[in-house]
């Protein structure tokens, strides 16, 4: 992908330098970069209980193991009947 980045930038740089506006960025791979980036991390508010910050840790790990309580068990590091513990005390 650099590659072809370059040869695009090549090609339209006016000059024997390249300049950031002579390179194409495609918008798709930037999203898909930046969702990977942002899907390991997890935001939390300044003063947030412990207890709403492990509910809420297990409901983002949850989601992105689309609801697979044995992967999000793995993932945590508990035993799965400790995370459907937690789940059903909400």
């Given at each position: 992908e650099l590659e072809g980045m370059v040869e695009k930038a090549?090609?339209?740089c006016e000059g024997d330098e390249i300049n950031?506006?002579?390179i194409i960025v495609d918008d798709e791979?930037?999203?898909q970069a930046a969702e990977r980036y942002n899907s390991h991390y997890f935001n939390i508010d300044y003063?947030?209980?412990l207890k709403k910050l492990n509910d809420e840790y297990i409901k983002h790990?949850?989601?992105k193991e689309n609801n697979n309580v044995k992967r999000a068990s793995e993932i945590l590091e508990i035993d799965r009947s400790t995370l459907w513990r937690k789940i059903n005390k909400k």
């Amino acid at each position: 992908e650099l590659e072809g980045m370059v040869e695009k930038a090549v090609i339209l740089c006016e000059g024997d330098e390249i300049n950031i506006e002579d390179i194409i960025v495609d918008d798709e791979n930037i999203n898909q970069a930046a969702e990977r980036y942002n899907s390991h991390y997890f935001n939390i508010d300044y003063g947030v209980s412990l207890k709403k910050l492990n509910d809420e840790y297990i409901k983002h790990v949850l989601s992105k193991e689309n609801n697979n309580v044995k992967r999000a068990s793995e993932i945590l590091e508990i035993d799965r009947s400790t995370l459907w513990r937690k789940i059903n005390k909400k």
